[in-house]
């Protein structure tokens, strides 16, 4: 079956008259969405490209891969604590496959839907398989979650289980971190789900408005997005590893694996924020309320860079970490 560029658009990016959200102005099939934000908002925008081989591998059913390409774009809307409320998606294709477009536009619309996120135009050219979205949300003006904003004092919290999806892209390449000891079945579904089929954080984007100084979205590993957090704000912090969420997954590995994927795997899409001591009780009760996991993993403090520390617990003075990871490269990479 051969498609024309224009029947592909039609058929499988043009939603029916009542499904989908709708916000814009004009949505889409003209020259330009048209988008008005609503009183008191500011627009909050952000673009992330997944190329093939390169953001994710061959082997991704095109469902997942839907779903990813506007999951980490939404990322960006809940590190900055925005409302998701219209995208465009541009969409490069080595070939016309109906079958395939039909399973990612499942994938991708559906998390659209959930998301309350219109899909308002676009672009579809051929060439190597890439999806490039640029999404737009709205936050109330002054209230975006920022990356300069961490304070001295604050308090750093990390969202979720990361080194998840690092564990399972370690599976996918045969490596010894997932194979010695095998992961069980049950531990290789959960985690390939997590790195196919990531959650954006944006209820707790939202919830973390007005609580949270500076947040950030961990796609790149902990310690480097960590890093512009604080080279922004112009501060530094010290983590205590002991402190670190550890994925029941990861807890079979080694050590050093576990250190490998929680500070350095990418593609997690937890966020990573500071709060001052004193809304602490409130980031609890909002994990609790989201049903998300929220944990303490250290501090900002004046002196710039970045120390980690081990052990250190009742009253004990804390080590330095003699591996690695004690060194501030990583951190600068
Ligand atoms: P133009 O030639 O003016 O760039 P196009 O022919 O590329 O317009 O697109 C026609 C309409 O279809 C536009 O409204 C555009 O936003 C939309 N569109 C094109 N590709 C996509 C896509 N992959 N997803 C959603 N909308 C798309
Ligand atoms: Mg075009």
Redesign the pocket.
């Known amino acids: 079956m051969s498609l024309g560029?224009?029947e592909l658009?039609e058929r499988f990016?043009m939603r029916p008259a009542g499904q989908g959200p709708r916000h814009a102005v004009v949505g889409?099939?003209?020259?330009c969405a048209i988008l008005a934000p609503r009183p008191g908002m500011h627009w909050a925008v952000s673009t992330d490209t997944l190329v093939e081989g390169r953001h994710f591998l061959s082997t991704v059913p095109p469902e997942r891969l839907g779903h990813k390409a506007l999951a980490v774009n939404l990322s960006a809307l809940a590190a900055s604590g925005a409302e998701p409320r219209a995208f465009?998606?541009a969409?490069t294709l080595p070939r016309v496959d109906a079958d395939w477009l039909a399973r990612f536009a499942q994938g991708l619309l559906a998390l659209a839907d959930a998301s309350g996120c219109e899909?308002v135009?676009?672009?579809?050219t051929s060439g190597p398989l890439a999806i490039g979205i640029t999404v737009m949300g709205e936050v109330p003006a002054g209230q975006a979650l920022l990356r300069h904003a961490a304070q001295v004092g604050d308090e750093l919290w990390v969202s979720g289980h990361p080194g998840e999806a690092r564990l399972a892209l370690e599976a996918f390449r045969g490596s010894a971190m997932a194979d010695d000891p095998p992961l069980s079945p049950a531990a290789w579904q959960a985690v390939r789900l997590r790195l196919e089929s990531p959650s954006p954080r944006v209820a707790l984007g939202l919830a973390l408005r007005g609580v949270a100084h500076a947040a950030i979205d961990v796609s790149d590993g902990l310690l480097g997005d960590l890093g512009h957090v604080l080279r922004r704000s112009g501060v530094g912090a010290a983590i205590a590893l002991d402190t670190l969420p550890l994925s029941p997954w990861l807890a079979t590995r080694a050590r050093a694996a576990q250190l490998d994927c929680i500070l350095a795997g990418g593609d997690d899409y937890e966020l990573l924020f500071t709060a001052p001591p004193g809304r602490r009780a409130e980031v609890e009760a909002i994990g609790a309320r989201l049903a998300v996991p929220l944990t303490r993993i250290g501090q900002i403090e004046a002196a710039p860079g970045l120390r980690l520390w081990t052990g250190g617990g009742a009253g004990r003075p804390p080590e330095a970490v003699p591996n690695r990871w004690a060194s501030f490269d990583h951190f600068q990479a």
Do not use: A, Q, R, V
Not at 121 to 124: A, N, P
């Open positions: 560029e224009f658009i990016f889409n099939g003209d020259d465009t998606l969409l899909l135009g676009g672009d579809t």
